[in-house]
Nanobody
Framework: QVRLVESGGGLVQVGGSLGLSCVSSGRALAMAWFRRPPGKERELVASINWSGDSTIYADSVKGRFTISRDNGKNTMYLQMNRLKHEDTAVYYC??????????????????WGQGTQVTVSS
């Protein structure tokens, strides 16, 4: 069993930046950030492969967000820049215990964090 703990959420102004972290208690292969905007379904933000050299981004965040990981620290990161109102959501960390390649398949991730709120205001 792998436990994931997110941190770094909060309130930020439009155009600002925020960084999220996700610490894993055990071995995590592919990892990802998902988010659930108010009143909407959970959606992929970004995914990263085991070695950290292959990534996938949602079109809505390309060029603004950067996903990365440090396996020595069992930690995944999401750097969010030029934030917009529509980035407001609960952000979830996810880890796959089977597949090492980055992928957007929500149902294939085995472990989930509790979520952290990101609110972008003007």
């Amino acid at each position: 069993q792998v436990r994931l703990v997110e941190s770094g959420g909060g309130l930020v102004q439009v155009g600002g930046s925020l960084g999220l972290s996700c610490v894993s208690s055990g071995r995590a292969l592919a990892m990802a950030w998902f988010r659930r905007p108010p009143g909407k379904e959970r959606e992929l933000v970004a995914s990263i492969n085991w070695s950290g050299d292959s990534t996938i981004y949602a079109d809505s965040v390309k060029g603004r967000f950067t996903i990365s990981r440090d396996n020595g620290k069992n930690t995944m990161y999401l750097q969010m820049n030029r934030l917009k109102h529509e980035d407001t959501a609960v952000y979830y960390c996810a880890a796959d215990g089977t597949y090492g390649s980055a992928h957007p398949a929500y149902s294939e991730y085995d472990y989930w964090g509790q979520g952290t709120q990101v609110t972008v205001s003007s």
